[in-house]
């Protein structure tokens, strides 16, 4: 029977000592929790989906029904006639969808804080500007007043056609349940959590 040196065992001995390092390395990487998502997440999610605005046909529809059922939706309280945080913001999230593919279980959502300018026609045209899959909803004072109070956003006509507004995108998972909020300043962080988002949500 063949026997091994002591020098021999010993290299065996380091080189399977490296290998169970490196696969225990590797295993901790895909294992491990990624970094929490920028956003801020809430404890105990409200259910925002079953909200009722106005579709750019002119026909009442649920925010989950808007979005098209079981998808991750990306929302934005806003109004056309905003010069400066809507279009950028509204841009931000064009060019975060095209840069992660153009997920089918994506769709970002822009609700009017204005609805007596932005009808439902101006508002589709205005978010389909932005990507032709953008969804813009408009509605009833009442009904965006609500939908606004679920997602914890703010809005008042300051006069000459401009209003002040919560400037965050919301995050609605596939049960229609307001899960982050991402304020303006850590919405270029979101496409690096999408696609941890979308598997959790």
């Not at 400037?167 to 941890?196: F, H, I, W």
């Amino acid at each position: 029977m063949a026997t091994v040196s002591r020098p021999v065992r010993t290299a065996l001995l380091v080189v399977l000592l490296a290998f169970s390092g490196v696969a225990a390395y590797w295993l901790g990487t895909r294992l491990a929790p990624g970094p929490e998502p920028a956003g801020t997440a809430l404890r105990d999610p409200p259910i925002v989906g079953n909200a009722v605005l106005v579709d750019p046909s002119g026909r009442e529809t649920t925010i989950r029904e808007a979005a098209g059922g079981a998808r991750v939706t990306l929302v934005f309280f806003g109004f056309t006639r905003c010069p400066d945080v809507c279009p950028i913001t509204m841009a931000r999230l064009a060019k975060l969808y095209r840069d992660v593919g153009e997920p089918d279980d994506v769709q970002v959502l822009m609700i009017t804080v204005d609805p007596e300018h932005d009808t439902p026609e101006v508002i589709g045209r205005y978010a389909a500007s932005f990507h032709p899959t953008f969804v813009g909803l408009s509605g009833s004072n009442a009904q965006v007043a609500v939908a606004a109070r679920g997602f914890y956003v703010g809005f008042a006509d300051v006069g000459g056609g401009q209003f002040t507004h919560t400037d965050v995108v919301a995050v609605v998972d596939r049960e229609g349940r307001l899960r982050y909020v991402y304020g303006n300043d850590r919405v270029p962080r979101l496409e690096g959590d999408l696609a941890r988002l979308r598997r959790a949500l």
